[in-house]
C-alpha cells in the first residue's frame, strides 16, 4: 500500500515507552452480546486503567519522547480524554500540564483532568475553540503543542493497539473503530493493513459529528458546523489534512449512526457486558445494530475506547425508565 | 511457613494450562475512589473476560487435566460463577458439564450457563443443598465431581492471581480478598505469602454469611444456618475443613461487612471507577469503607473477582435514587 505517516517499527518500539498498564488490554468474546447482534462480536477493552480510555497510549509516547533540555511543559486540547491521559503522564514525569476544553465538556473528565493536577483552561465554544486556544497558549509561553491525531506519537500510541490485535490468537473479519480526529482509526488501521491485511476497518461516526467521515467519503477535507452528539470524545468539525490522507489508505469504509443507535448500544454493552461506556466506546455497537445484514456471520471487534462518562447521564441513558433491561 | 495443600511450582505450571484470556488481567490504580476510601486502591479486575469472573482460570485447569480416558463429563454445584466457567472450559475440550445450583440464584448466571451448552440442574433450597445434589449425581453417573475449594486445581487456578500481583511493579500493603469456599483466598494467599511474605492477606465475607470468618476465628469448622446477603457467590454454611486448614495459614485476618457496606462499594466503584461488578466483588471496598482507620494511607490490592450481576437489581442498588451519584 502507499506509505501513510505511521511506521510499523516505530510502533513496536513505542510499546517500550508506554507504561505496561496501557498495554495489553484484555480481547475477548462476549457472546451474550451476540444474540441482540447477528455477529460474533470480541470486545478490545480500553476502560480499565487508571485513565479510563485508550489516550494513555498516546501520552505516553509524547511525554517520552519530550526533549530532556527543552521547557518541561505542554498544552493540548481535549475533549477530555487526551488532557486526562497527557496529565497522567505528564504527572509521572515532572512535566507541567495544561488542558484547554469547552466549558461544556464531561464534568466527570474535567474533574479528573483536575485532580491530576493538570492546569484547566475551559474556553466558550466547543472543541475547535479549544484546539484554537491551546495554539495560542503554545506560541505565547513556548511550551510543545500536543495535538490529538496531527501528532504521530498520538498516533503509533493509539497503534499499540493494533499490534494487540494483529498478534491475537482468534482471528476476526472486521474491526470497528471510533473515528473523531483519528489517531485512534489511522493508528489502528495502519498496523492492520500491514499486517493483516483481510481485516476489514470500518470508522464509525455519529450522524451528529461526520465531518471525517465525509471528508473520507470526498476524498478532501470537508469541515461542517456544529456538532450536534451525545459522543463527546469524536465531536470535532475540522478534519486535519494529514490525518485524512492516512485515513484515506488505511479504512475500508467510515459510516454514520444515529444517536438513538449509539444509545442503544451503551444501554447493550452495560446489560449485556457489565461494562460502563463512553459514548464514542459505542459507536461500533451502534453501526452493528443499523446493519446487522452486513455483519451477519462475522466475527467483528470492537474497540472499546474509553469508559469516562457522567454517572447521571449515563444511568439516564441506560436506564431500566428507557423500557429495556427488564 | 507450614505446608498448605496447595505448590507454588505446580501454581506456576497452571498457568501454562489456562487460556491466556484468563491470565494477566488489568492490574491498575483508581485514583478516583480514593478520596472515599482514604487509602491507595488498585484494582485487580477479574471481569474482562468471556465468563465476567476469576473462575476460568481454576476451570481451565480442572477441565485440562481431567484423564483423557475417563468419562468425559463433569459435574459441579455453584452459585454461578464456577458453573458458568465449568461450562466454558468444558465446551473447548469436549466435555460435557453438568451444573447445579439453587433455583432462587442469580438469574443472569442461570442464563449464562444454560447459553454455554451445560446442563442446569436446579434445586430447591441452599447452595448446601446443591453440593450434596451435585455429589449424587457424580456418584450415580460416576462422574467427576468439581468441588469448589475442596479440589487442589480451583485452589491453584485461583492462586495464579497471586503470581501476577506478587510479580506486579508497584509495591502495595495489603491484599483484600472475597471469603466464601475459600478458593480465591487460600490460592492468592499461598502465593503472596510465599512471594511476598509481608502483604497483609485480609480476606472478607458478608456478615450475613460468616461460616469460614467464624470459623478461621475459632480455628475449627463453624456451620452456620440459613445465610442472608445479596453477595450470592460467597454465600456457603459449610466450611471444607482442609480448606479452612490452608486459610489458617495464609490469613492475617478474616473480617465480616454489613449488607449496607457491600451495596455502597457497588456503588462506589460503578460511579467512580466505571465498573459493574456483583456483590462478592464489592467485599474489599465495603471492608475499607467500614475501618478507614485501618487501611489510612496504605496501599490496598481488592480482587474485583466477578461481574455477573443480574442488572436490575444493580439498578436498584446503585441507582441515584438511593441519593448517591449526582
Redesign the interface.
Known amino acids: 500500500m502507499q506509505q501513510t505517516r505511521l511506521d510499523t517499527d516505530r510502533i513496536r518500539a513505542a510499546r517500550r515507552l508506554i507504561d505496561?498498564?496501557f498495554l495489553?488490554?484484555?480481547?475477548?468474546?462476549?457472546?451474550?452480546l451476540e444474540p441482540e447482534l447477528g455477529c460474533a462480536v470480541s470486545?478490545k477493552?480500553e476502560?480499565?486503567?487508571?485513565v479510563?480510555s485508550f489516550k494513555g497510549r498516546g501520552t505516553e509516547v509524547v511525554t517520552s519522547l519530550l526533549p530532556g533540555d527543552g521547557p518541561r511543559a505542554v498544552v493540548c486540547a481535549s475533549a477530555g480524554n487526551l488532557g486526562q491521559a497527557l496529565a497522567w503522564s505528564g504527572r509521572g514525569r515532572g512535566i507541567e500540564v495544561t488542558v484547554v476544553a469547552s466549558r461544556s465538556a464531561t464534568a466527570a473528565k474535567l474533574e479528573?483532568i483536575r485532580?491530576?493536577g493538570a492546569r484547566l483552561d475551559l474556553v466558550d465554544g466547543d472543541h475547535e475553540a479549544a484546539r484554537e486556544r491551546a495554539a495560542a497558549i503554545a506560541r505565547r509561553d513556548g511550551v510543545r503543542l500536543v495535538e490529538d491525531s496531527l501528532d504521530i506519537e498520538t498516533c503509533e500510541g493509539a497503534a499499540t493497539i493494533g499490534l494487540e490485535l494483529a498478534e491475537s490468537?482468534a482471528p476476526f473479519d472486521t474491526v470497528l473503530i471510533a473515528l473523531g480526529g483519528g489517531a485512534l482509526a489511522t493508528g489502528v488501521g495502519h498496523v492492520l493493513k500491514s499486517l493483516a491485511p483481510e481485516v476489514d476497518v470500518v470508522c464509525v461516526q455519529p450522524l451528529g459529528a461526520p465531518a471525517m467521515t465525509l471528508s473520507w467519503r470526498g476524498r478532501r477535507v470537508v469541515t461542517t458546523g456544529p456538532t450536534d452528539t451525545i459522543a463527546d470524545g469524536v465531536a470535532g468539525r475540522c478534519p486535519i489534512p494529514a490525518v485524512l490522507d492516512d485515513l484515506l489508505l488505511v479504512a475500508d469504509d467510515a459510516v454514520l449512526v444515529r444517536e438513538a443507535s449509539i444509545v442503544a448500544g451503551m444501554r447493550l454493552l452495560?446489560?449485556h457486558a457489565?461494562?460502563?461506556v463512553e459514548p464514542s466506546a459505542a459507536l461500533g455497537v451502534a453501526a452493528v445494530l443499523e446493519d446487522r445484514e452486513r455483519f451477519a456471520g462475522r466475527h467483528v471487534v470492537t474497540v472499546v475506547c474509553g469508559?469516562?462518562?457522567d454517572?447521571?447521564a449515563h444511568?439516564r441513558w441506560t436506564?431500566?425508565a428507557a423500557g429495556h433491561?427488564?
Chains 1, 2 share one sequence.
Open positions: 505496561p498498564v495489553d488490554t484484555p480481547l475477548y468474546r462476549c457472546e451474550a470486545v477493552l476502560t480499565a486503567n487508571p479510563r479528573r485532580a491530576l490468537a452495560l446489560d457489565g461494562l460502563v469508559g469516562n462518562v454517572m447521571d444511568r436506564g431500566a433491561g427488564s
